[in-house]
């Protein structure tokens, strides 16, 4: 597709339940960021995927955050047994490195996870 | 790590110009940015500064010293669609990591008034 596609949109789950929330990049871009925002807050950082290289994890806020990204493209961002303060937008951007690079993200419109 | 600082909140009349100041500090300073975000929707990117310097982009202009750790995002001929937060974000150079992190600031939320 043209921009970034991330699903589901809205998720309600309860407490205790795993979620996976999917990325898709821009075709092409080597570059992927998880970014969690909660209401009212700035984006906290969470996952970086550059290429191969091994994804930078620092941001990940407890063990029960993992993500993957399969073959350079496709993101998935798992949360293991939900907690209420991992409601919150979480956000997907890509970027490349090619071409007159100008560090421009593009978002997707982000996922809505809502823990009750 | 990074820590970025910008006012929580500012109020301009409509025509008017406003100036979003951001502070930061960091250890690998690879390049400052200013994203622009309207409430329920994803950041969309405004400008970008890797050297000291006015950056100029139509009504928007961005600013930077290294030196200072300190940018500004300006925003002239204010129109009420320009009612968004405005987030300030520093790339820095993960050396343990071997990346490149972008770490945003708290945004500032700008209320742009008749």
């Known amino acids: 597709g043209a921009g970034v596609s991330q699903s589901p949109s809205n998720k309600v789950t309860e407490k205790g339940k795993d979620v996976e929330l999917r990325c898709d990049p821009i075709?092409?871009?080597?570059?992927l960021y998880w970014y969690r925002q909660s209401l009212g807050q700035g984006l906290e950082f969470l996952i970086y995927?550059?290429?191969?290289?091994?994804?930078?994890k620092s941001g990940l806020p407890s063990d029960r955050f993992s993500a993957e990204r399969t073959g350079g493209s496709v993101s998935t961002l798992t949360i293991q047994r939900t907690q209420q303060e991992d409601s919150a937008v979480y956000l997907c951007?890509?970027?490349?490195?090619?071409?007159?690079?100008?560090?421009?993200?593009?978002f997707g419109e982000g996922s809505r996870l809502t823990v009750l | 790590g990074q820590n970025i600082d910008q006012p929580t909140e500012m109020t301009a009349t409509e025509g008017a110009i406003v100036q979003i100041n951001c502070t930061y500090q960091?250890?690998?300073?690879?390049?400052l940015f200013w994203y622009q975000q309207h409430a329920g929707e994803a950041p969309t990117f405004l400008s970008y500064?890797?050297?000291?310097g006015l950056e100029e982009k139509g009504r928007f202009s961005s600013f930077l010293s290294r030196s200072k750790g300190y940018s500004y995002l300006l925003l002239k001929e204010l129109q009420m669609k320009d009612s968004a937060s405005y987030l300030c974000?520093?790339?820095?150079?993960?050396?343990?990591?071997?990346?490149?992190?972008?770490?945003f600031g708290k945004g500032t939320k700008l209320s742009v008034i008749p």
């Open positions: 951007a890509t970027y490349t490195r090619d071409r007159g690079y100008t560090g421009e993200l593009f």
């Open positions: 075709s092409g871009h080597t570059a």
């Open positions: 995927f550059q290429g191969n290289s091994a994804p930078d």
């Open positions: 960091t250890s690998g300073f690879n390049g």
């Open positions: 500064n890797v050297l000291d």
């Open positions: 974000a520093v790339r820095d150079r993960n050396s343990g990591a071997g990346s490149y992190q972008l770490t």
